[in-house]
């Protein structure tokens, strides 16, 4: 698919580091009636981010401006897990950008975002607090808190028309998408489809932890919904989440490096487990591979 | 003081009940670029309402928008609070409000504001966690996630680039700069002195409450601040944080009414207690009043 920009304009990205300058920036392009969209990332860009950077660029059309942010939020990793690791490439991820035809890269660094000024330290979090009680949010108790909070930020340093997240992290988005109409922030919210290796693994930064034994073991999770897709249209009766569970976990255990973490049928809107599971119910899970934990989700 | 608008703008003034009326005519004055203050209320209006929507107009000129907004918020009452009770008379604050120049009275009801929507009720706060420890936040502890998510929503609903609060509540004003801050809200905060009655006591939609043997009682809590800033320019030493307590406490149980709920005294910036008073430090008080309580504060 081809970019409405041209070469030229490629050229002209500017990379913002300061959260007044994107502020500013912002702020300009609102009185110019610019539309404005925002990929929100933590870098180490791969085709699924390339694919939101597309769909910005649709919604906001040629002479709107798409804003990628990349910042690996330390708020949204607990103590043991791999915020320290998390890869990190930001000349890669420039070049990405800029050949994709993102207008403006903000990557601020932690003092930009969590400024210990005068008067004392960040001390401000946005919480959801019902839809992050299952799935992700079990397993990483103040993960959401920090998804929250920094996406709040960025909406207002960035003031976008459209913000546009990954179908991947289905329960991410749900949370999001909450906090925008309870707040209501003056934003559109808009979910593009995961974006899959041709073998079915969900694009992931993660993935680059997988060892070459343990790549071909991932796609479990894709398998996995394929799996209960498949159950799920060979009947017309309804399935007993329960059973289809005990199936899942017998699939995913003939993977050697595979350990669940969860495995839920849930109805999208509210999250809510089911006990059966029919065309619509929605299913999310979280597996190690070895000692790379991913997620995937899909809609029966 | 003359305001800048002529008797004719005046009867222009427009009341918005919907939520999303009211965003839809922000995002068209931001396309416009008009300059727009917020003054938020919870309404049953006095002067000391009337001196922010001053202070607002001063703030955008009279080419641009004061809104009020008149909102009873109940996340910020606790159940034995005085929500019900709370007085509330909207066709008297209109006419104030269009006495008083403002262009928009915003005066959602709680269906507006805490929806129960499809895909589940209201569940999105912003808490801020440092400064709400103290003080108000003490005594009232779900108090301020309340004030600090209603204020979110409306800085959303009304993308001022001015809100006005007033100084009476001096911790409210405190935790929503921060929250400003910290959430990189792109609005400026302004502080407006308390106005008072001419025997010191701080208008306040509560002081109603007031039975006639309470009234002259309540200045109390304004006679307390003169006493502690009058021993603290009387010497050039600091004096104890302790001590000057005391005597609070004996003063106003001089008054029969009188019952204290705090009194702390405390810097400016981080809200914490200091052991010693001098110039510039600042001290708050709650003092029951029969059964209303009353909230004051000053800088020695």
Known sequence: ???????????????????????????????KGVRVGLVPTMGFLH??????????????????????????NPAQFAAAEDFSLYP??????????????????FAPDDAQMYPAAAGGAFSTFVEETALTQ??????????????TTIVAKLLNLVLPDVAVFGA????????????????NFPATLVVAPTVRERVGLALSSRNRY????????????????????????????????????????????????????????????????????GRGTHLALAVFIGKTRLIDNGRM
């Open 47 to 72: 085709d699924g981010h390339l694919s939101l950077v597309r769909r910005a660029r649709k919604a906001v059309g040629p002479r709107g401006v798409v804003v990628l942010s990349l910042y690996v």
């Open 1 to 31: 698919m081809q970019t409405p920009h041209t070469p030229a304009k490629h050229t002209r990205m500017r990379t913002v580091h300061s959260a007044a300058a994107m502020q500013r920036l912002a702020r300009a392009w609102r009185r």
């Open 168 to 183: 991947k992290d289905f329960q991410q988005a749900a949370v999001i998408r909450r906090m925008v109409r309870d707040l």
């Open 88 to 105: 990190r490439d930001l000349p890669r991820d420039t070049r990405l950008c800029r050949d994709a035809g993102v207008d403006v890269l």
């Open 134 to 147: 299952t799935l992700e949010g079990r397993s990483r108790p103040t993960h959401f808190r920090g998804v």
């Open 210 to 277: 997988l060892t070459s034994v343990e790549r071909p073991q991932a796609t479990i999770l894709w398998r996995a919904i394929g799996h209960a897709r498949a159950r799920v249209r060979a009947t017309k009766r309804a399935v007993s989440s329960k059973r289809l569970k005990q199936e899942l976990h017998a699939l995913i255990a003939t993977q050697p490096a595979a350990r669940v973490d969860y495995l839920e049928f849930f109805e999208a809107d509210t999250l809510s487990p089911t006990a059966t599971v």
